[in-house]
């Protein structure tokens, strides 16, 4: 390894020798070095090398949550607004519960508002296909919404959901954090909320940093009525 997990490299640098190492997403193989085809953060798991990228607009994927806004609506359906380059349909077939043919939609999800959903289908144009069949998959009520770069996501979750969970103990917000970049937060009090979302802000300005696990611990600690 020529590099450390954390540590943000450039396009064109060579992160490892050999072949004891694997190119996941980010880079590339180039002979026996495995280089950076980005600007990012290291991650490294096992064997597999991947650069985190430190800015870019979110990719949908199959089986990621996301949280979309209803923008229009057709007789089949929603369109969802995903924070991307693509906007998701929401079919009524895929909503959770069932939807008489030629029922009023903007009774089941109306214009502007949020919705927790999955990716269920990216084609090869980059159609987006949503649903909202499955646990924690709804339509949003109360509580706000903030956004944060997609790429600082895996961040600001953590291993195993250990930093969101951290969060969501010290402060006694409900948390939901989008791969797409939109978090929600819904906690007994405004103070609350701030509380999360000023740490979940930091987590992304930060998210490079050694100890950021404590050090947000501490904040939440200290900052807690």
């Given at each position: 390894?020529?590099?450390?997990?954390?540590?943000?490299?450039?396009?064109?640098?060579?992160?490892?020798?050999?072949?004891?190492?694997?190119?996941?997403s980010?880079?590339?193989?180039?002979?026996?070095?495995?280089?950076?085809?980005?600007?990012?953060?290291?991650?490294?798991?096992?064997?597999?090398?991947?650069?985190i990228?430190?800015?870019?607009?979110?990719?949908p994927?199959?089986?990621?949550?996301?949280?979309?806004?209803?923008?229009?609506?057709?007789?089949?359906?929603?369109?969802?607004?995903?924070?991307?380059?693509y906007?998701?349909?929401?079919?009524?077939?895929?909503?959770?519960?069932?939807i008489?043919?030629?029922?009023?939609?903007?009774?089941?999800?109306?214009?502007?508002?949020?919705?927790i959903?999955?990716?269920?289908?990216?084609?090869?144009?980059?159609?987006?296909?949503?649903?909202?069949?499955?646990?924690?998959?709804?339509?949003?009520?109360?509580?706000?919404?903030?956004?944060?770069?997609?790429?600082?996501?895996?961040?600001?979750i953590?291993?195993?959901?250990?930093?969101?969970?951290?969060?969501?103990e010290?402060?006694?917000?409900?948390?939901?954090?989008?791969?797409?970049?939109?978090?929600?937060?819904?906690?007994?009090?405004?103070?609350?909320?701030?509380?999360?979302?000023?740490?979940i802000?930091?987590?992304?300005?930060?998210?490079?940093?050694?100890?950021?696990?404590?050090?947000?611990?501490?904040?939440?600690?200290?900052?807690?009525?």
């Amino acid at each position: 390894m020529l590099v450390k997990e954390k540590e943000i490299v450039i396009p064109g640098q060579d992160l490892a020798k050999g072949m004891d190492f694997l190119p996941g997403s980010g880079c590339y193989r180039e002979g026996d070095n495995i280089v950076s085809s980005s600007l990012g953060i290291i991650n490294i798991s096992n064997r597999l090398i991947r650069v985190i990228p430190l800015s870019g607009r979110y990719d949908p994927k199959m089986g990621d949550i996301i949280i979309g806004k209803v923008k229009d609506m057709s007789l089949h359906g929603w369109f969802l607004d995903t924070n991307s380059a693509y906007d998701g349909m929401l079919s009524i077939r895929e909503a959770d519960e069932f939807i008489d043919k030629g029922a009023d939609l903007s009774k089941y999800y109306n214009f502007e508002e949020w919705v927790i959903t999955k990716v269920v289908h990216v084609n090869k144009v980059s159609n987006v296909d949503l649903s909202t069949k499955g646990p924690g998959l709804r339509k949003i009520k109360g509580g706000k919404i903030i956004e944060i770069t997609p790429s600082k996501v895996p961040r600001v979750i953590g291993k195993q959901g250990s930093m969101v969970g951290l969060i969501k103990e010290k402060t006694g917000c409900k948390i939901t954090v989008g791969q797409n970049g939109r978090v929600w937060i819904q906690g007994e009090n405004p103070e609350s909320e701030l509380l999360a979302t000023e740490a979940i802000l930091m987590i992304e300005h930060e998210s490079h940093i050694e100890g950021l696990t404590d050090k947000i611990t501490k904040f939440l600690e200290g900052n807690k009525k």
